[in-house]
């Protein structure tokens, strides 16, 4: 198919945020904002990537974006916690897949399946869980599945400016899990050093402030 001559201005989406504080609200992603998330994840997450396996459907997206074959499983995506774990499994086994994205609640019916059934994730060496905080406990389980160097990160970002940070299983199990659990709350990871500055789009130009920061 012929490319479309568009700029990095132009609107290519509007994606809606979850509705976990309110109504869900329709966000604008330019083409620039779409190419500069893609180039993001290659390189935090999914060089030497062959096969990707999306349960949240955006993520399908960014993994053709990437030139990467991307497995769409058969689950409800307003249903994830209901997912048939099998179907996951044997999806990961067919397809080899090596790395896959999803929320934290479709993640935990699929390691317990394998942890019940003696059954591994030998292909996969990345996984993504992001949408919801996730459980220490569920990365130890999961390192139990995955092959050696298999890794999970929970990068982390709102809807309106994702992703800027991220935190490896690792990292979260020897470091700031104790200290979630002794009340202070979960990290969300450092900053990645290509995420600098946000800026308003063409015909905003309110500003942002985080607690404590400059304003952006």
Same mark, same amino acid.
């Given at each position: 198919?012929?490319?479309?001559?568009?700029?990095?201005?132009?609107?290519?989406?509007?994606?809606?945020?979850?509705?976990?504080?309110?109504?869900?609200?329709?966000? &604008?992603?330019? &083409?620039?904002?779409?190419?500069?998330?893609?180039?993001?994840?290659? +390189?935090?997450? &999914?060089?030497?990537?062959?096969?990707? %396996?999306?349960?949240?459907?955006?993520?399908?997206?960014?993994?053709?974006?990437?030139?990467?074959?991307?497995?769409?499983?058969?689950?409800?995506?307003?249903?994830?916690?209901?997912?048939? *774990?099998?179907?996951?499994?044997?999806?990961?086994?067919?397809?080899?897949?090596?790395?896959?994205?999803?929320?934290?609640?479709?993640?935990?019916?699929?390691?317990?399946?394998?942890?019940?059934?003696?059954?591994?994730?030998?292909?996969?060496?990345?996984?993504?869980?992001?949408?919801?905080?996730? +459980?220490?406990? %569920?990365?130890?389980?999961?390192?139990?599945?995955?092959? *050696?160097?298999?890794?999970?990160?929970?990068?982390?970002?709102?809807?309106?400016? %994702?992703?800027?940070?991220?935190?490896?299983?690792?990292?979260?199990?020897?470091?700031?899990? *104790? +200290?979630?659990?002794?009340?202070?709350?979960?990290?969300?990871?450092?900053?990645?050093?290509?995420?600098?500055?946000?800026?308003? %789009?063409?015909?905003?130009?309110?500003?942002?402030?985080?607690?404590?920061?400059?304003?952006?």
């Amino acid at each position: 198919f012929p490319v479309a001559a568009v700029s990095r201005e132009e609107l290519a989406a509007i994606v809606f945020t979850t509705g976990s504080t309110g109504l869900p609200k329709g966000v &604008h992603y330019t &083409h620039g904002v779409f190419d500069a998330q893609v180039k993001i994840l290659e +390189r935090e997450f &999914h060089a030497g990537d062959r096969v990707g %396996l999306a349960a949240f459907p955006t993520m399908a997206l960014y993994y053709l974006a990437m030139g990467i074959p991307c497995v769409l499983p058969p689950v409800d995506p307003a249903r994830v916690a209901r997912v048939n *774990p099998r179907d996951i499994v044997d999806a990961v086994d067919r397809f080899g897949v090596t790395s896959a994205a999803g929320s934290p609640m479709f993640w935990d019916p699929v390691v317990r399946y394998c942890r019940e059934n003696g059954r591994r994730l030998e292909s996969l060496k990345t996984v993504t869980m992001f949408g919801a905080p996730v +459980r220490g406990s %569920l990365l130890e389980e999961f390192a139990a599945v995955l092959p *050696p160097g298999g890794r999970t990160f929970t990068p982390y970002g709102a809807t309106e400016a %994702l992703p800027v940070s991220s935190l490896s299983g690792d990292e979260i199990l020897a470091e700031t899990w *104790p +200290r979630t659990q002794s009340g202070a709350g979960v990290c969300a990871g450092g900053p990645w050093r290509s995420v600098r500055r946000a800026r308003p %789009l063409q015909g905003q130009s309110r500003r942002a402030r985080a607690r404590g920061s400059a304003a952006w």
